[in-house]
């Protein structure tokens, strides 16, 4: 095969499918060195599979993925025929001495998810620990994250942000987190199922104050859909009608303006003359989008300096 792509007319399609044969043949006659290759899939749209992608999965000796059944739909559109064996958080523990023998082996082993990069609230975190201790190489084939796609679309501040995956079910452990994380100066990123979307939308602006938010939707897929808005009007939106698909929610920084415990008090002094303490403290935390644990306390104070 030569180094250089066919001679075709510039900008044309023809010269595009060129480039991109030209291209795939070169990666898929390319040496493989052996080592854990984690493998990005598409997070809906199949075209968003990478060259290199293709070219990894057809080369390795074997993929292990979440479902062999749902990968299988994916390989057989790439017309891959490299054997495919489950990697699951149900069977991770038997899985990984098999998997870290075949790398000894000098075997090449991709890593991939049901969609989207793997590690990313996806199973593979402590085989890629283990294989780098023992000492394999493990190697990123980068591609599409629904996390990520989802930050570039929000409208959101990118040069700092948090994912913080899927916020735990209980209450306890939910209110909890999102105290820890309200404090943190940056875009915050969770994934949620639809049917938790607008529940979920409450307690953020309720624990995190009413910040800026979107809800991206689909993404890559046909009924693909950004709402950008203040988290309680997204929350009343979706409570109306509940999202269909799968989710993630982004929600900009707090406010970068200090705010004072005496701001916090001069405004919660005449709330607290006609709403209990809670109350008070929820549409104080709203208007100044302050967390409303920070102006709870601040109210407790100021209801037991008044009693004293
Ligand atoms: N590892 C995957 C990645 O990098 O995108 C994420 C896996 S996690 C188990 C699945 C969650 O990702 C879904 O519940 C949803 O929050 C989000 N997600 C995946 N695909 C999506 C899409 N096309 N649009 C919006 N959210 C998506």
């Known amino acids: 095969m030569s180094d250089e792509p066919p001679e075709t007319p510039k900008g044309s399609t023809t010269a595009t499918v060129g480039r991109v044969t030209f291209e795939i043949e070169r990666q898929l006659a390319l040496p493989l060195a052996p080592g854990l290759y984690l493998v990005s899939t598409p997070i809906g749209h199949l075209a968003d599979m990478s060259l290199r992608a293709v070219a990894t999965l057809a080369r390795a000796d074997v993929v292990y993925c979440e479902d062999t059944r749902h990968s299988r739909t994916l390989l057989a559109h790439y017309a891959i025929r490299t054997p495919l064996r489950p990697y699951h958080e149900h069977n991770a523990e038997e899985q990984r001495p098999r998997v870290l023998r ?23 975190f402590k085989l890629v620990r283990d294989a780098a201790a023992a000492g394999h190489q493990v190697i990123a084939v980068p591609g599409p994250s629904a996390a990520l796609a989802a930050l570039t679309v929000s409208g959101q501040p990118t040069d700092a942000f948090f994912f913080a995956g899927f916020l735990p079910a209980k209450e306890g452990a939910r209110k909890s987190r999102l105290a820890e994380l309200a404090a ?29 938010a979107a809800v991206a939707r689909e993404l890559t897929k046909l009924h693909e859909d950004v709402r950008r808005g203040t988290l309680s009007d997204l929350a009343q939106g979706f409570a109306a009608e509940a999202p269909k698909g799968e989710v993630v929610i982004v ?58």
């Open 102 to 124: 075949e790398l000894a082996d000098d075997r090449v082993v991709a890593l991939i998810s049901d969609a989207g990069t793997p590690l990313i609230s996806d199973p593979g």
């Open 184 to 212: 943190i100066p940056a875009t915050l990123v969770f994934f949620e199922a639809p049917t938790r979307t607008a529940a979920t939308l409450a307690d953020l602006a309720q624990e995190l104050g009413n910040r800026e």
């Open 251 to 308: 929600v900009g920084p707090p406010e970068q303006r200090d705010i004072s415990d005496a701001m916090i008090e001069e405004s919660l002094a005449p709330v607290l003359e006609s709403l209990s303490l809670r109350d008070a403290s929820r549409v104080v935390a709203d208007t100044l989008k302050v967390p409303k644990a920070r102006v709870y306390d601040v109210a407790l104070a100021l209801k037991r300096r008044d009693r004293s």
